[in-house]
């Protein structure tokens, strides 16, 4: 079965206040996707903006930051912020879903059925659910959530899931500082407990049906992320 992707992205729905982030003292402007170590980023960028040490606790949230964090918005309206960096993370299709399947669908939204009938029932719909709509937005395709320039942009860092940790050294040289807060991650929930009735190469055959262009974005990106 095949399903026609979600084409209109985020920006276009002028939704940016939610998953476009500027950060002005560290002349960077962060593009968040959901399940992609958005909760570590967030926490270390807020805090290493601030000035904060390692151990203050704030809320990640949408309505959270927006509060806590007001320099950091941008209005629906306003355009991208010009900055020295972009920063992007970006994951394995597979790995992505399962993780939403994990945390959204049976943590967050208590849903009972097995990976396969989340896939057979449920995931379509998630789809092409409303943009406005933050839960279902977990399971978008990461491409959804991006400027289709962004990969273009002058001085963008893009980097796999996996090498999130060296988002701080990265900024810090970047800007030739360093900060009192480390990046580690948050938010991550273990999987042993969770069944999935697919191995991982059916379920990418199944998502590359469903999905195709997740893939091809998934393998553009790595192919320019970030030297070592």
């Known amino acids: ?21 500027d950060f002005p003292n560290l002349d960077l402007t962060y593009f ?6 958005s909760s570590s980023t967030k926490h270390y960028l807020f805090s290493a903006n601030r000035g904060f040490p390692n151990g203050v606790s704030f809320g990640l949230g949408h309505v959270s930051w927006f509060n806590l964090f007001p320099e950091c918005r941008v209005g629906k309206d306003d355009p991208i912020p010009q900055r020295a960096m972009s920063l992007v993370l970006v994951r394995d299709p597979v790995m992505r879903i399962k993780s939403s399947y994990g945390n959204i669908f049976k943590g967050r939204m208590k849903e009972t059925a097995t990976f ?14 409303p ?13 959804w959530f991006l400027p289709e320039s962004v990969f273009s942009r002058d001085g963008v860092i893009i980097l796999d ?8 050294g990265i900024v810090e040289e970047k800007l030739n500082t360093e900060f009192v807060v480390d990046y580690g ?9 969770i069944e999935f009735d697919m191995n991982d190469d059916d379920i990418r055959k199944e998502l590359m049906d469903l999905i195709p262009a ?4 998934f393998e553009n990106a790595l192919s320019k992320e970030y030297p070592e």
């Open 116 to 129: 396969k009938g989340f896939l057979e029932n449920y995931f379509v719909d998630y789809l092409n659910s």
């Open 185 to 193: 991650r948050r938010n991550v929930s273990s999987k042993k407990d």
């Open 214 to 217: 997740e893939f091809d974005f």
């Open 32 to 37: 968040e996707i959901p399940k992609n170590a």
């Open 131 to 143: 943009s406005t709509d933050a839960v279902l937005n977990h399971f978008k395709p990461q491409y």
């Open 1 to 21: 079965m095949r399903v026609v992707e979600p084409q209109k992205r985020i920006c276009d729905d002028n939704l940016n206040v939610r998953y476009l982030i």
């Open 161 to 168: 899931v996996k090498n999130a940790s060296r988002i701080k």
